[in-house]
């Protein structure tokens, strides 16, 4: 089991995550500490993914906004709270708008296949859940290999540059999070 924990400058919020592997990929559970409306909340996940580091399924609770889950099958198609969601179709990822854990799979999948590669690069389609309106789009990212530990993030013509760990879990986010311990 890895940990990690995160501050996060936008939002003012702290995050624990525990990374584990369970019998079909990898299990991540995490609770981020973050100001609601000006008052202290808190918001619990807990995202599977395969071996490939593909999100599968994503459950949420917060004390402020009613549960949600998400489910992908293997072919990229989607559930949404137990509805068929057929507009996230293609979608390989599911990113967390109060956490940098979603940026780290994709950039897992990378490290994998090409671990030396500069320049290497992937756009993907990826369910974004936007923070703090808890609402579901749709959102191609970009991923772009600029130095052995380092990516070039862009999404909706906003870029960041991302520091990652030798096994591809972001230390830095821009001026938005990073990595305060990990073990």
Wanted: one cysteine or more; hydrophobic letters at 40%; a negative charge.
């Amino acid at each position: 089991m890895a940990t990690i924990l995160w501050r996060g400058d936008r939002f003012s919020s702290s995050e624990y995550c525990e990374m584990a592997i369970n019998g079909s990929g990898h299990r991540l559970n995490g609770v981020v500490l973050i100001p609601i409306d000006g008052r202290p909340a808190h918001l619990r996940y807990r995202i599977e993914t395969d071996y490939g580091w593909r999100t599968r399924s994503v459950a949420i609770v917060s004390e402020h906004h009613p549960p949600l889950s998400m489910f992908a099958t293997e072919d990229g198609h989607w559930w949404v709270d137990g509805e068929d969601t057929p507009a996230f179709d293609g979608c390989v990822d599911a990113d967390l708008g109060f956490s940098p854990i979603g940026k780290s799979f994709p950039i897992r999948r990378l490290i994998r296949g090409h671990p030396d590669d500069m320049g290497l690069r992937a756009d993907l389609n990826v369910v974004v859940l936007r923070f703090p309106e808890m609402k579901l789009t749709m959102q191609q990212q970009s991923y772009v290999r600029i130095g052995m530990d380092r990516w070039r993030y862009s999404a909706d013509g906003f870029s960041a540059d991302i520091d990652v760990d030798t096994n591809g879990f972001v230390k830095r986010f821009g001026d938005l999070w990073t990595a305060v311990a990990n073990a």
